[in-house]
């Protein structure tokens, strides 16, 4: 009995962060981060302000939260890939196209969280944290390629630290991203400046 108390208490607890999770993001959308408070918060999820700080206990922890729950499934996506078995060039492309379209599912959120100067204080050492992890993943990708002859031999972190500066310096620019074929031509722009470079066949013999 303890057992499946406590499953049933695992299963409460998740709905009710999936509830605060969409609360969130809703006061967020609305208000911003700066208008973001604990009672909106609560208001909107409709619990008592007492039952938000059972889970939270300040506006940062609820900010991190989000942030969590929107860059957790990219790190999922990593995973899956770097299990699979499928050429360097195939997982660089399929995992940048599966990000554009996570960033796109959530544009709102995104351009709140890494756009926001507040959010950008609150979540400074978790953004650090997300790219030290993220580079780390995907330079397996690019050792991979480097042993199959596909990529130079160069650093697999600093190739990773660049994919990464590419896709943070592209996506500052706020593209539009809601239509496929305008993701499909950021993913050419990005993968392609980072296989190909930006010099036509005259800039490299100029």
Known sequence: ?????????????????????????????????????????????????????????????????????????????????????????EKLSEQLRTFLEHVAKHAGVFKLLFEDDTAHGLLQSSERRTFDAASERLAAFFRQGISEGVFRPNDPLALANMYLGLCKGVLHGQPDLEHGEAREKIHRLILGTLLFGIATDAGRTG
């Open 1 to 89: 009995m303890p057992r499946l108390t406590a499953i049933r208490k695992q299963a409460l607890d998740g709905l009710m962060k999936d509830a605060l999770f969409e609360a969130t993001v809703g006061v967020l959308n609305e208000h911003g981060v700066d208008g973001m408070t604990m009672d909106r918060v609560a208001t909107a999820a409709g619990v008592a302000k007492a039952s938000l700080y059972r889970y939270f206990r300040s506006k940062r922890d609820l900010v991190e939260f989000v942030y969590a729950r929107i860059v957790d499934p990219i790190f999922e996506e990593l995973e899956r890939l770097a299990a699979a078995k499928q050429p360097a060039r």
